[in-house]
């Protein structure tokens, strides 16, 4: 069984360009849950670019779902999802000067830093997941450090599409060594309608994380067609 989180920042995008109300991601995460999504996630950002505290704090009261935030593993971040009590939390690494997240998180470097911010996250009940890049050493990292998920980092798979097939057998090994360590493996970054099929076919992950793709789509077909359509993606090919 796979599972689809669908991220709404940039619902949020579209809304903090004008400094409007609208469109709420709180609104398009109702609609995203009525396509077949079995999750919701957010990346509250220090410089909050675009999903906001108030959007957190409401998606809590309103998801039916499962609620991820993504974020930094800062002080002031667990801190506050200590409070709002999300299901998953994924720590990310975060630059101010990236248009999106850009590469996994350094576990291996970055431990002691993480281990004090995933002892506090654990200890409130939130599951702890780490966006890393598909490679042995950091899988073994985030195993260590206590994390119940490895999200896989999806984007070279994405972008060098010459290497797709190499690609795809470093994301499949590294999910393996995840599972073997314990790890529930989800994969996203890039993911799209036509991309996502080789990884469902492969079946090495359980949850997949996807947002571009499907808020891009929704601007055509609506946010719960849009949403559907790749739920029926996820179950045909399984």
């Known amino acids: 069984m796979h599972t689809l989180s669908v991220n709404i920042d940039h619902v949020a995008?579209?809304?903090?360009?004008?400094?409007?109300?609208?469109?709420?991601?709180?609104?398009?995460?109702?609609l995203v849950e009525l396509g077949g999504a079995d999750g919701i996630t957010v990346h509250?950002?220090?410089?909050?670019?675009?999903?906001?505290?108030?959007?957190?704090?409401?998606?809590?009261r309103t998801v039916k779902t499962e609620l991820t935030v993504e974020m930094a593993a800062t002080g002031e971040m667990a801190k506050l999802v200590t409070r709002v009590k999300p299901e998953q939390v994924t720590l990310v690494p975060e630059l101010t000067t990236e248009v999106t997240t850009s590469g996994g998180l350094d576990v291996v470097r970055r431990s002691q830093a993480l281990l004090p911010v995933v002892r506090r996250l654990r200890r409130a009940g939130i599951r702890v997941s780490m966006f890393v890049e598909p490679e042995r050493r950091q899988v073994e990292a985030a195993a260590r450090l206590g994390a119940s998920?490895?999200?896989?980092n999806t984007d070279r798979y994405c972008r060098e599409t010459k290497r797709r097939d190499s690609m795809l057998e470093q994301l499949a090994s590294a999910a393996l060594l995840a599972k073997e360590l314990g790890l529930l493996v989800h994969v996203g970054h890039g993911l799209d309608y036509q991309n996502v099929v080789p990884i469902v076919e492969r079946g090495f992950a359980e949850g997949?994380?996807?947002g571009f793709a499907i808020v891009s789509r929704a601007v055509m077909v609506g946010l719960r067609d849009a949403v559907a359509e790749m739920k029926h993606i996820l179950e045909v090919y399984s």
Do not use: M, Q, Y
Request: net charge positive; hydrophobic share 40%.
């Open 13 to 30: 995008t579209l809304r903090e360009a004008r400094r409007e109300k609208c469109p709420d991601p709180v609104h398009a995460a109702a």
């Open 44 to 60: 509250l950002r220090a410089d909050r670019r675009h999903i906001n505290d108030r959007d957190v704090e409401l998606l809590r």
């Open 149 to 152: 998920v490895v999200e896989l």
């Open 208 to 210: 997949f994380s996807i």
